[in-house]
T-cell receptor, first 111, second 113 residues
Framework: QQNVQQSPESLIVPEGARTSLNCTFS?????YFWWYRQHSGKAPKALM?????GEKEEGRFTIHLNKASLHFSLHIRDSQPSDSALYLC???????????FGLGTRVSVFP | GPKVLQIPSHQIIDMGQMVTLNCDPV?????FYWYKQILGQQMEFLVN????????KSKLFKDQFSVERPDGSYFTLKIQPTALEDSAVYFC???????????FGPGTRLTVL
């Protein structure tokens, strides 16, 4: 059974700093890797996804995936107060399959 | 962007009663999902649904659970009868196709007394 762990549990960063979040998974057959962001009381919303080893950048956000290490990460450049939220990583074997989520990392960006 | 709505936002019922949670998915989406999150724990997959059928379900999807989407309206999760351990936030999600992201609703908080 898939086990997804996130670190750290929480993070406080100053505006403009780089934020790095980590996610490890246990099932080496996993194929799809997602980061979701959830503001308080709102629906989780997909931020980015990656499906092959390497790096993918979209604006201030970058995902790294290393399948051999069973690890992927999210990096936020020039963090903004609006980035303050709960960040959830999620993994699946197949696109239409259910996602296995981590517990989340709570990020607070202060001005 | 596209939104998934969930009705009601909160529901309190007595153990043993039936409850139906409603989800209004994004209009042209074809795949539908339910997830369960107990307080302090991660969100866990319950079931997914496509073309009128359950495609995959987890061990959390007990015999007392059922899902349907009659006539393309709400996608519903019915629990009959409810148990104390069913107290949780239930999230609905939908996706356009197998290679598209899942859009989540804000959740329904279910309290079973």
């Amino acid at each position: 059974q898939q086990n997804v762990q996130q670190s750290p549990e929480s993070l406080i960063v100053p505006e403009g700093a780089r934020t790095s979040l980590n996610c490890t998974f246990s099932d080496s057959a996993s194929q799809y890797f997602w980061w979701y962001r959830q503001h308080s009381g709102k629906a989780p919303k997909a931020l980015m996804s990656i499906f092959s080893n390497g790096e993918k950048e979209e604006g201030r956000f970058t995902i790294h995936l290393n399948k051999a290490s069973l690890h992927f990460s999210l990096h936020i450049r020039d963090s903004q107060p609006s980035d303050s939220a709960l960040y959830l990583c999620a993994v699946s074997r197949d696109y239409a399959q259910g996602l296995t989520f981590g517990l989340g990392t709570r990020v607070s960006v202060f001005p | 962007g596209p939104k998934v709505l969930q009705i009601p936002s909160h529901q309190i019922i007595d153990m043993g009663q039936m409850v139906t949670l409603n989800c209004d998915p994004v209009s042209n989406h074809l795949y539908f999902y339910w997830y369960k999150q107990i307080l302090g724990q991660q969100m866990e997959f319950l079931v997914n649904f496509y073309n009128g059928k359950v495609m995959e379900k987890s061990k959390l999807f007990k015999d007392q659970f059922s899902v349907e989407r009659p006539d393309g309206s709400y996608f519903t999760l019915k629990i009959q009868p409810t148990a104390l351990e069913d107290s949780a936030v239930y999230f609905c999600a939908s996706s356009l196709a197998r290679d598209y992201e899942q859009y989540f609703g804000p959740g329904t908080r279910l309290t079973v007394l």
